[in-house]
């Protein structure tokens, strides 16, 4: 019999060996699933030396073997923090970024004092963005729209445990007649994929569990910006923004498009690794 100190000692020496991971903490995750407990804090000290049962630590080991096998911690846990908000994840969706959060930050500086904005958000996912928004602004219509069917269901849960009252479409956002079919907004956002060719041959283990519909945009990583642009610009009030996350490398190119298509004020903005991450620009008003 062990303790569960030995045990989660013996895990964090297990896990020790993935790249990119933080053993200790991952260790402790793990730990907290397979007791049924928060074990990132005090309460777990307490437990530290008791012995724990056959059982429990099968499932802790069970955990750590699916991690080692390259599954993201994310999907064993079942949930993410975005912005402070859960989100249900798993196999079929993309798991919330922390870098996405800068695309949050931007939208809430820019209408913190909109007593009411519409927004849709294409490409929606686990609906991080969207529904974190509707969380923090006053939205007064907002529209996610999602085309693949796995990532639509954690979408549904996502509004449903957020009690949003969000309007949830399944659907492709390159498809014409579905564009046509919704509202004006005052802002749209946009995490597409956006991976090059290239970068889909170098990604972590991780991330090649992740499906590749969220991350590869095509041989130069700009499919959908495109599409996105010159389809969507037409559902922007005069003055609406349309904000994009991006790949490091893409806001000279995403600038150019947006500015061609006649976007004013096209910037830029870097996330808190110092990486461009976000463009935004504005519907001129005629
Ligand atoms: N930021 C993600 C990554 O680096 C890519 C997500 C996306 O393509 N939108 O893995």
């Not at 196999?91 to 500086?109: C, Y």
């Not at 959908?224 to 490091?248: D, N, P, S």
Request: hydrophobic share 40%; glycine share 10%.
């Amino acid at each position: 019999m062990s303790t569960y100190g030995q045990l989660l000692t013996d895990g964090i020496e297990q896990l020790s060996g993935l790249e990119y991971s933080d053993a200790a903490l991952e260790a402790k995750e793990l730990m907290g699933l397979a007791v049924g407990k928060d074990c990132r804090g005090t309460e777990f000290e307490e437990l530290m030396w008791q012995e724990c049962s056959e059982s429990t630590e099968q499932s802790f080991f069970d955990l750590v073997v699916r991690r080692l096998s390259g599954e993201p911690l994310q999907y064993i846990i079942g949930e993410w923090d975005f912005c402070g908000l859960h989100f249900k994840v798993g196999r079929g969706v993309l798991i919330p970024r922390q870098d996405t959060e800068l695309l949050i930050d931007i939208a809430v500086k820019l209408y913190k004092n909109s007593d009411s904005i519409s927004v849709i958000d294409l490409c929606a996912g686990t609906g991080c963005i969207g529904l974190t928004l509707e969380q923090k602004l006053r939205v007064s219509e907002l529209t996610l729209i999602e085309k693949y069917t796995d990532a639509f269901e954690y979408l549904l849960e996502n509004k449903l445990a957020l009690g949003s009252s969000a309007h949830i479409v399944k659907g492709d956002v390159t498809d014409e007649t579905l564009t046509e079919q919704q509202m004006q907004a005052d802002l749209i956002v946009c995490n597409p994929p956006y991976l090059t060719a290239a970068d889909m041959g170098q990604l972590q283990k991780e991330v090649r569990a992740e499906p590749v519909e969220a991350l590869f945009g095509g041989e130069d990583g700009l499919d959908l910006y495109r599409a996105v642009t010159r389809l969507w610009k037409h559902k922007l009030k005069e003055g609406g923004a349309l904000l994009f996350e991006i790949g490091a490398s893409q806001a000279d190119e995403v600038m150019q498009l947006m500015i061609q298509h006649g976007f004013r004020d096209v910037r830029v903005k870097k996330d808190y690794a110092g990486n461009d991450r976000a463009v935004i620009g504005f519907r001129r008003e005629a």
